[in-house]
């Protein structure tokens, strides 16, 4: 089987997802900021403050490599800007989480731990900067995907129904 690999906006529910359907599949779920996170004993947050976002998205582009070339049938979870990658097909089928801006908002600043949510997020800052970046991101997150799943307001097992079928069907 191919790698799935999960693309999407910040807190659209990647991990959640990934974590999931590898319960379900008997699969492992592989995150790529934990991969970054592993790669320099550094959290996502101090790699960005210290080292810049450029260098960050050069890790990403290195993760990806390494994806691609030595793991196979597992579900991978990615920040939200690494479908950037310039190899993101070459590591699996990819499935773009889709939710409109404002729902995804809510998901993160509504939920339990919203504070460490947006802490650990050094580009989700105000409404107004994610937004924008949303808006810039959205088409090319639909362009680069092979299957797109709506997930507002749905329960992870609908969702896991609909992925693995449009898998089947991909
Ligand atoms: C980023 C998303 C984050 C993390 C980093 C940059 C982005 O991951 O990779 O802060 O560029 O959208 P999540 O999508 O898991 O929040």
Known sequence: MDNIVLIGFMGVGKGTLAR??????NLYAIDTDDLIESLTNMKIKKIFKKKGESYFRKLEQKTADWLAQNVKNSII??????????????IGTIVYLQADFDWIYDRITKSKNAKK?????????????????????????????????????????EIIQELLAAIKLS
């Open 20 to 25: 999931a359907l590898a319960g379900k599949t």
């Open 117 to 157: 949510k947006i802490k650990k997020r050094p580009l989700f800052k105000s409404y107004k900067e994610a937004k924008a970046l949303y808006n810039q991101r959205v088409k090319e997150y639909e362009s680069v995907a092979d299957i797109t799943i709506n997930v507002e307001n749905k329960k992870t097992e």
């Open 77 to 90: 979870s990615t920040g939200g800007g690494f479908y950037k990658v310039k190899n993101l097909k070459d």
